[in-house]
């Protein structure tokens, strides 16, 4: 669920997962999105624990 001040929607998020498996570095896609990279790894775990439905 997203809040008004969150920086990635679900789209994001879903390319965000798709970078990450694609082969590049988490931070570098965090740094892209303009998140902290503890937020894309809990964005990457809930999508490796739920799938689609996690993010």
């Given at each position: 669920m997203?809040?008004?001040s969150?920086?990635?929607a679900v789209?994001?998020?879903?390319?965000?997962?798709g970078?990450?498996?694609?082969?590049r570095?988490?931070?570098h896609?965090?740094?892209?999105?303009?998140i902290?990279?503890p937020?894309?790894h809990?964005?990457?775990r809930?999508?490796?624990?739920?799938?689609?439905a996690?993010?």
């Amino acid at each position: 669920m997203s809040h008004r001040s969150a920086r990635l929607a679900v789209h994001g998020r879903r390319l965000l997962v798709g970078r990450v498996r694609c082969g590049r570095p988490v931070a570098h896609v965090a740094a892209e999105a303009g998140i902290w990279r503890p937020a894309a790894h809990k964005w990457l775990r809930c999508w490796r624990q739920e799938g689609e439905a996690g993010l």
